[in-house]
Each structure stands twice: as C-alpha cells, then as structure tokens.
C-alpha cells in the first residue's frame, strides 16, 4: 500500500501522492515544507548587510545620470548620504575598539514641483539592497485623529522588507510632501493643527532613533493587538517638498543680510531666478516646520528649476525617457513611431507655459498622442510620424484649463 514517507497517511487519505526514488510525499507535507522553507528564507532575509557591494558616490551618482537629467547638487548629496548610510550598517555589525558611533544624516529635498524629488528617491530604490519605501505626510495625522498614524510609515516599510524586523531596521524611506504638514501659522486657533505641527510632534521620535511599536497590518492601535517593536536608529529618512513660496522666505532673508557699502554688489551676485540654491535651515523655520525637526534632519539640499534645455533632455535621453516609452508601445503593435524634433521644442515650450515642470511633458504628450493611439490598433500602418501640424491641432483641442491642473 502507497503511503506518505514523512506523515504516514495512506494514498485514499491525500487529495495527492507524489512518487520519489524510495518514498512518496503527500500534498499537505508538501505544503508545510513549503511554508517552513519560506519561514527560514525570512529568517535569514534578503538583505544581508555583510554581501553587499559597496558602490562609491561617484557609482551612484553615474547610476542616477542614467535615469536623472541635471540636479547634480542634489544627486551628489544623496549619493553620498546612500553611501554613508551602507558604511554605518557595516560598522553596526562589527564591534570596533575606538567606540565611536556614526550618527546617520537624514535629508530633505527641497524643489518646485515636476523637478524630479520622488524620480531621484525612485531611481535610489532601484539600485538598493536595502528595504526602501516612499510615503506621502499628507495623509499622516495625529494620533487619535481620522487619517493615519505616525506608525504607519514603519508598517510599510515592514511589508516592503517581508516583515523581517532585522532588515526594516536597516531600511531607507523617502517621506514625500514634507512641506503639507508646515505649521498652518503662529497665530492661535481654537482648533487643533493636527495634520500639521501635531504630525510633526510625531515624527521626532522616528527621526531620530527611538523603539516604535508598530500595528503589523497598519491601521488603529488596540489594547489587545500585538504589536512589532522596530527600532529606526538606523533608518535612513529622506524627505521631499515644493514648498511653494519659500522663495519669499529666502528673498527676505538675503534683502535683509545685504547691508553697508557692499550692498548693491552683492544683490548683483544673487540670482533672483533660482533663490532655491541660497536655502538655509532658517528658511524652513520661517515656513512652518519646527526647529526640533530640522535639527533632525542636517543635510538640506535643493533642485534647480528646469530650463528648457533640460526639459528637452528629459524627454529623449533617459533610460525611461517619455518619448522612449511610447517608442515601446507602439513597437509591441509592430508600429515604428517618429516625431519631427520640432515637436518636442513645442511639447517643452508648452511645459514652460504652464509651469508643470517635468510631470507636464507626460501630461501634454498624452493630449496629443491619445486619438493616434486609439486608431492604431484598428489600422494597418506600419509607421506613424507625429508632425508639428498635428501636435499643435490635439493641443489647441484640448481643454487647457484642464490641462493646467493636471
């Protein structure tokens, strides 16, 4: 009589029996087996810390070339903050004479929307061996409040790293929209600023390093819910913001530091078209943010506003560049497309127009490949050029309203 050879029961009992060279297994041993496998998998993780290459700055930099079009303040910053953060991993894992400990450098990235924030924070995720998540602050309030939890940016970086605590640990996440929860103004109100100064309260002690418990599945605390207690001592936080006016903050700040016989040669040295290369600390004080938070996070970087010269390398050059994309999708249906490349001076010139930055390329682009990807299909060409005549004939169509706030 056929049986299992690990649990014993006899063929009629299994809805399966697999025969091997001196055994049979049956489908609910192969179903434990499987279960403790991926248990121990976990146990080990992914993210081994001691296996891991260590690229050097200039590594990672050329690597966000690749997919990032200018920035290179910012890129460089980064760069050198990833790679920092790998160097204090590897010293937390060995025990060194000196006792010094390396304390990590959280960032934040300040930029005019469509400037590439989350593309660099994206392209980071690529290369890393880390746990890495991004999170939005607009849906974070205080705790007790409808919306979520301080903790819920730990729970998903829980679910990234398969809830391996050990690799959570050791993760990086990108915090987006840091600017939405700016103190709303100093002036008092009879209700409570619970998405703004109370978020940021919150925040501190994650910034920091402290044990947080966190609900596994998210949500609401309970009283009887187990909890995962993570450790973020040694969780690099990255945080990005437009933070729409504070180039008025910095103006003020620079009229009023120009003072004396030097006055007029210095306001000549200044470049009022891109103040965001003079931010300081105190600026993002004078915005709203508390200064417990920017004690906390020590390295304040800025993106340049895109030009047209950069636009139009955005649109062909990168690895993923949006022309490239619809190049592909056309490919898959056998179809070669093309442009005039006065097509893309007039998609750039239109991005400029209504101050979209980098997201309004895909935005505009859309509006005008849309009724040729809707016949497409349907018909039999095998090439399909978009000329200037039909680029400015979908975009005059359009409703630009709506364009401008998309």
Sequence with gaps: MDKCSFCGREKKDTNLLIAGMSGHICDRCIEQAHGIVTEELQKKGDFDVNEIELLKPVEIKDFLDQYVIGQEDAKRYLSVA???????????????????EIEKSNIVLVGETGTGKTLLARTIA???????????????TEAGYVGEDIESILTRLL?????????????????????????KGDNPSITRDVSGEGVQQGLLKLLEGSIINVPPQGGRKHPDQKMIPVNTKNILFICGGAFDGIQRKIGQRLNTQVVGYSASKEKDQIDADNLLQYIAPQDLKS?????????????????NPLKKEALQRILTEPKNAIIKQYEKLFKMDGVKLSFEKKVFDYIVDKALEFKLGARGLRSICEAIMIDVMFDMPSQDKKEIKITLALAKEKIEKINVQRLKAA
């Excluded at 690529?126 to 974070?140: R, W």
């Excluded at 605590?165 to 996440?173: D, L, N, S, T």
């Excluded at 915005?287 to 993106?303: D, K, M, W």
């Design 82 to 100: 990833v790679y920092n953060h790998y160097k204090r991993l590897k010293q937390t894992s060995k025990k060194d004479d000196d006792d010094i």
């Design 126 to 140: 690529k290369m890393l061996h880390v746990p890495f998540t991004i999170v939005d602050a607009t849906v974070l």
């Design 159 to 183: 679910q990234v790293a398969d809830y391996n605590v050990e690799a959570a640990e050791k993760g990086i996440v990108f915090i987006d929209e840091i600017d939405k929860i700016a103190r």
């Design 287 to 303: 915005f709203g943010l508390i200064p417990e938070i920017i004690g906390r996070l020590p390295v304040l970087t800025y993106l």
